[in-house]
């Protein structure tokens, strides 16, 4: 059974930073890429930001691009979103699941919230 445990959500004020985590179970993690989504309310889910499972090699989405850095561990089941300088369109609630530019598990995991705001 697939379970994708996000973690690390939280309050910010503009410019801040925070880390997500991820812990994944019940799939082969280090033989998947993996990517981090978000949902503001209102809007529909979007890819953040992804990592090949291969080389490591990163995507993200324009917005992004230059303040969050995706990581993963494959030792530990684990992926990673550092985001730093926040801003308040930043603002939704995070998620992570399998694959390159589309989610790979139909079920999502609980997601974190974050939330920039002065």
């Known amino acids: 059974q697939v379970q994708l445990v996000e973690s690390g959500g939280g309050l910010v004020k503009p410019g801040g930073s925070l880390r997500l985590s991820c812990a994944a179970s019940?799939?082969?993690?280090?033989?998947?890429?993996m990517s981090w989504y978000r949902q503001a309310p209102g809007k529909e889910r979007e890819l953040v930001a992804a990592i090949s499972y291969i080389t490591g090699r990163t995507n993200y989405v324009d917005s992004v691009k230059g303040r969050f850095t995706t990581s993963r561990d494959n030792a530990r089941k684990t992926v990673y979103l550092q985001m730093n300088s926040l801003k308040p369109e930043d603002t939704a609630v995070y998620y992570c699941?399998?694959?390159?530019?589309?989610?790979?598990?139909?079920?999502w995991g609980q997601g974190t919230q974050v939330t920039v705001s002065s």
């Open positions: 019940g799939f082969p993690f280090s033989s998947y890429a």
């Open positions: 699941n399998a694959g390159w530019d589309s989610p790979t598990f139909r079920d």
